[in-house]
C-alpha cells in the first residue's frame, strides 16, 4: 500500500506544471480558476493536473465552498520525507552540523563545565 | 535544468524496481549481477532499471573495476531534499519536537534554572 502510494506521489511530481501548482498552493488555498491563470492552459487541463495530485494525496479539496479551494495536503509529502529519511546520511552535511551544535550545548550544562575555570582566581 | 532533473528524479523513484534497487545498494556497492538476484529479473532488464536510475542522477557506476559496481549517488537525493525544504512546515512536527528539547537543554543550563528548587528544604 506504502509503495502504491509512493508510485502515484513520485509519477505525480514527475511532472513541472504539477509542481508549479504545489508552489502556487504552497502560498495559500486557491481555486481552480486562480490556479489556471499563471499557466496559460484551459481549465479542464488543469482540472486533470490537480485530480492526479489529488490522487497522489499531495493536495486535497475543500467541499465547503462553491468554488471548491484547493490546498496542499501534508500525508503524501511526510511520506516521502520517511522515504528520503533512510538515505539521508548520503547527502546530508546538517546532521552533522546540528550535532555539533547539540554537543555545544551540552559542554554548557552544570557538570559538564570546564573546572579548570575555577582555578583561574588562584593565579 | 534543476526542473528537467527533478522530472527524471522523480520519474526514476516512482518505480517500485529502482526504489529497492536504491534500497539494496543503501546497504552498499554492489555489481548488477548481484543486484539482479533478489528480483528473478533478467539482467538485461535490470541494467535498464540501473541507467534510467543513472540518467536521474540517482546512482553511480564505477569505472575502476570489470564489474562496474553500482553506488547511490548523493546529488538527486539532495534536490529531492531541497525541493521538499519548501514544504516541511506543512507536514514536519519534529521540527517543533527539536524546538521542544533544544528549550529543555537550554533551561538546564546556570542562569536559568528554577531557583524554586533552592526552598524545598525549608519545608
Redesign the interface.
Known sequence: MV?LT??????A????TR?AI??RL?LGETSVKELAKPFAMSLPAVSKHLKILERAGLIARGREAQWRPCR?A??A??D??D??Q???R???ESFDRLDDY?KK??A???GT?NKDDEHDGDK
Open positions: 509503495t509512493l508510485d502515484s506521489t513520485f509519477s511530481l514527475s511532472d513541472p509542481r504545489l508552489a504552497a496542499i501534508p500525508r509529502l511526510k516521502v520525507d522515504w528520503l533512510h538515505y539521508r548520503f547527502f546530508d547539540l550545548l551540552q554548557k550544562q552544570p563545565e
